[in-house]
């Protein structure tokens, strides 16, 4: 019999701390879970959630436009950015409630307060104090801004899904997934875009051919593209700002998002404390199963910085629950995990990349297609697809599978349990396609070359 107030002790209500509680008191632990903020996290509060919706909100602006082409007569359109943050706090404010339900009927105690480790098994929240013989740390992540002068006047994503009015013109710096994601947000909702990138490419660690095909399309949506350009700071001009390019180019723009990527939040937890080693960037390194280098303290989601996912949290969460309170060994499996970037259009993926899979397996057939999509013959839009599947030489069995292309997601989720299943070539061409879609082009790719290495 534990002598402790609880069996665990969760610090961040957000996805992974919210699926290891709801599983852990499912097997009969007595859990409490702290959270600062609201519960639900990034993804529910301040990412995946509010940020989708505002992408659905920005594909109508470019689906007026094309609907010209298709018969429609569209009379001038205008959008109101406050009426659509009013919604999507609504939805979001549902979203929180049926978290706190859920946690509510799992018998789960949500405290509401900033947590700190104040002992091996302490944990004081609001200056109350409590034991446990486990501690789960889900803390998530926070955006970084770069160090430069005038860095306080960049808004983050976070700023942008509470903005109240809509910039007309905007400059985003970074090349990554939220970069990507809020390019066509506000260009769908009508700001000018310029996106700003150290790079040559955008998305980093995506195939090669993918990053090249995405940087041309969304140049060809007309996003303004600074590549392979710094930034070197920012000043307030009136009611706008001057973004400072490294190239001597100055940007006019009513905001600057910074889009540089994510912090853990592991900062004044009191994990130094107990002995829980944090890495350089902040996070904190974790075994298979999560463990942390404390025995009894655990830690899963964006502070571990694996792989920054919300479904990637929630299977660590639960592995960690299975593992610890089931009785039932269980890794947290960070393969064949299907990835997608709600840019317009987006980008998905799963399994290698065309030069991971040289590297690995030294030479691979390589399937792609470039095409027309139908949608475009009458809406005129200039648009290509990128469809691309990567095969081991002898085998066949496929290792990568790639999309740009709208609705890129929804396609990738039904090729990724394909992947998982160990499909090959073969049984991508034995299976019919649905015609007519951007989907069948998986199952219709005919020429391959052989590839040994593909340089970025
Ligand atoms: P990313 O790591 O995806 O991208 C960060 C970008 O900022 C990179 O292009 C990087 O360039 C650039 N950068 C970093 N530091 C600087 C700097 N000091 N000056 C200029 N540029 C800089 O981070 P995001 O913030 O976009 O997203 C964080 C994570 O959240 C993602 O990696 C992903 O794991 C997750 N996420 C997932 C989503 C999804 O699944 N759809 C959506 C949003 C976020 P370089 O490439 O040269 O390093």
Redesign the pocket.
């Known amino acids: 019999m534990s002598t402790h107030d609880f069996d665990l002790f969760v610090i961040g209500g957000g996805s992974g701390g919210v699926r290891a509680s709801r599983i852990a008191a499912g097997y009969g632990a007595k859990v409490a879970v702290a959270e600062e903020h609201r519960l639900g996290g990034t993804c529910v509060i301040r990412?995946?959630v509010p940020?989708k919706l505002m992408m659905y909100a920005s594909q109508f602006g470019m689906a007026l436009e094309d609907s010209k082409g298709f018969g429609w007569g569209v009379p001038e359109a205008s959008h109101e950015w406050q009426s659509l943050i009013r919604a999507k706090d609504i939805e979001v404010a549902r979203l929180e409630r049926v978290y706190e339900e859920l946690l509510g009927k799992a018998g789960v105690e949500a405290i509401k307060g900033r947590a700190t480790i104040v002992g091996a098994h302490e944990v004081r929240v609001n200056d109350v104090s409590f034991t446990a013989s486990h501690i789960l740390v889900a803390t998530g992540?926070t955006?970084?801004v770069?160090?430069i002068p005038g860095a306080e006047l960049m808004v983050t994503?976070s700023d942008v899904l509470a903005m109240q009015h809509a910039p007309e013109r905007v400059a985003i710096?970074?090349?990554?997934?939220?970069?990507?994601?809020f390019a066509g947000i506000f260009k769908g909702l009508g700001s000018k875009v310029w996106m700003?990138?150290?790079?040559l490419k955008?998305?980093?660690?995506f195939d090669e051919q993918v990053r090249e095909h995405i940087g041309s399309e969304l140049a060809a949506n007309d996003i303004q593209m600074r590549l392979a350009n710094?930034?070197v700071g920012v000043e307030r001009k009136h009611n706008a700002y001057l973004l400072f390019l490294g190239s001597g180019e100055i940007l006019e723009v009513d905001q600057v998002m910074a889009?540089?990527?994510?912090r853990p939040n592991s900062g004044s937890l009191g994990l130094e404390r107990v002995g829980v080693h944090v890495d350089a960037r902040g996070a904190i390194p974790v075994d298979s199963f999560s463990r942390t280098s404390c025995e009894h303290i655990y830690a899963v989601g964006?502070v571990t910085n694996r792989?920054?996912?919300?479904p990637v949290a929630i299977h660590e969460g639960q592995a960690f629950a299975d593992t610890v309170f089931g009785g039932m060994p269980r890794r947290a499996d960070h393969e064949g995990i299907p990835?997608?970037?709600?840019s317009q259009p987006q980008v998905a993926a799963v399994g290698l990349t065309e030069e991971q899979a040289c590297a690995i397996h030294g030479r691979v057939r390589v399937y792609s297609s470039v095409f027309r999509p139908m949608r475009a013959a009458l809406s005129g839009r200039n648009e290509r697809v990128l469809v691309k599947l990567i095969a081991e030489a002898t085998t066949e069995r496929i290792l990568g599978a790639h999309i740009v292309a709208p609705d890129a997601a929804e396609i990738i989720q039904g090729i990724a349990i394909a992947l998982k299943a160990g499909a090959t070539k073969a049984d991508f061409d034995a299976t019919l396609g649905v015609h007519p879609s951007v989907a069948e082009e998986f199952v219709t790719l005919r020429n391959a070359r052989y590839s040994t290495s593909r340089q970025s």
């Open positions: 990412g995946c940020k992540a955006p970084d770069p160090e994503s710096v970074g090349g990554g997934y939220i970069a990507c994601e700003v990138h150290r790079g955008l998305l980093r660690g710094t930034i889009a540089t990527g994510r964006d792989l920054n996912l919300t990835l997608a970037v709600f």
